[in-house]
């Protein structure tokens, strides 16, 4: 289960025993359906938020333009509480795609998702229109939530993916360094203020549903998370091994400006224009805009945009009637590289 709300345990920390084999099985994903439905509950609260503000300021017009703050998502995601199990698929490997994942949420059993909808309606007090069909038809309309999914990634998480995939890879490799360094004890000790370690025990002061080895499978996957929170977040669907999903390190300066950087260098590589459109990609833009802030003709950025993208530099996503293009992890790299 997924709970995305905070909560006080009045009973005390709730335990999850390791044996030698859980702590054998334990490893770290980085997981696109988990940064979709935190990130989607954070749009639809419509609160300010401290770090990603400037986030929700480019995103929020594009969702509301698409009609996705009332569509599938909308309905299974809710503002608080429960969120169902089958959109949270345990994550096969270190880091699947969404496609990957689309296809399990696409092949979830209708027994599955009809018992996580049970659940929703008993939390929400009533199913919307479009999960009281999802209810009488899995099958069918799964197919309609994937496609959903899918051109939410795109408007929203797509452009911002290389950014924000570097934060969570940087905190696999810092928590992975910490295991073999330092230990598992040392890792769940620092992974969060409310998780503690001791007597071959995870403690868990702010989940509020009990858990044990008899409700979770083996072992545990360990996500970092941008837009999880200030808490950590549990999913428990047996026979997947229990998920808990983290703030991930360095998530507090995800969306704050860069220093300007000299692309001199780079220039004479790429071209003086092709350069500076690289490096305006700070955020997301469309051709309009790169145009106004470059001085450049609008068929000009569009002619140099193609080059880059066919370089593999940026990459196009459509939002709305508009195009945005986004700077790829080789690009940031690059311009890295070039302003040393």
């Keep these: 289960m997924v709970v995305l709300v905070r909560f006080d345990n009045p009973v005390g920390p709730v335990r999850l025993v390791f044996s030698a084999g859980d702590l054998a099985q334990m490893r770290f994903a980085v997981s696109p359906m988990w940064e979709v439905g935190t990130s989607m509950r954070l749009l639809r609260s419509g609160a300010a938020h401290p770090v990603h503000g400037p986030w929700t300021a480019q995103v929020g017009a594009r969702l509301t333009a698409a009609g996705l703050d009332r569509g599938w998502l909308a309905e299974l995601v809710p503002p608080r509480g429960f969120v169902p199990d089958f959109l949270n698929p345990a994550p096969e490997g270190p880091a699947p795609t969404l496609a990957q994942e689309l296809a399990r949420i696409r092949a979830a059993p209708a027994a599955a998702v009809r018992r996580d909808l049970d659940r929703l309606a008993r939390e929400q007090g009533r199913l919307g229109p479009r999960s009281r069909a999802l209810y009488a038809d899995p099958p069918g309309r799964l197919v309609r939530v994937a496609e959903e999914i899918e051109g939410y990634w795109e408007l929203a998480l797509a452009p911002y993916w290389a950014r924000i995939r ?119 833009a469309s051709t309009t805009e790169l145009a106004a802030r470059t001085g450049l003709s609008p068929a000009a950025v569009s002619q140099y945009l193609t080059a880059l993208r066919d370089a593999g530099l940026v990459s196009a996503h459509r939002a709305g009637r508009s195009v945005l293009y986004a700077r790829t992890a080789v690009g940031e790299s690059l311009l890295t590289a070039g302003s040393a």
């Design 166 to 284: 570097a934060v969570l890879d940087a905190d696999v490799f810092h928590r992975s360094r910490q295991v073999a360094e330092q230990g598992a004890a040392r890792l769940f000790n620092d992974l969060h203020a409310s998780m503690s370690w001791s007597d071959n025990a995870l403690r868990l002061a702010l989940r509020e549903r009990s858990l044990s080895r008899r409700t979770a499978g083996a072992g545990l996957v360990l996500i970092p998370s941008a837009f999880t929170g200030p808490v950590p977040l549990t999913r428990v669907a047996l026979p997947e091994p229990p998920q808990l999903a983290y703030p991930a390190r360095g998530t507090g300066s995800l969306w704050a400006p860069r220093p300007a950087v000299g692309t001199a260098a780079l220039a004479a590589v790429l071209g003086r224009s092709r350069a500076r459109l690289l490096a305006e990609l700070d955020a997301p």
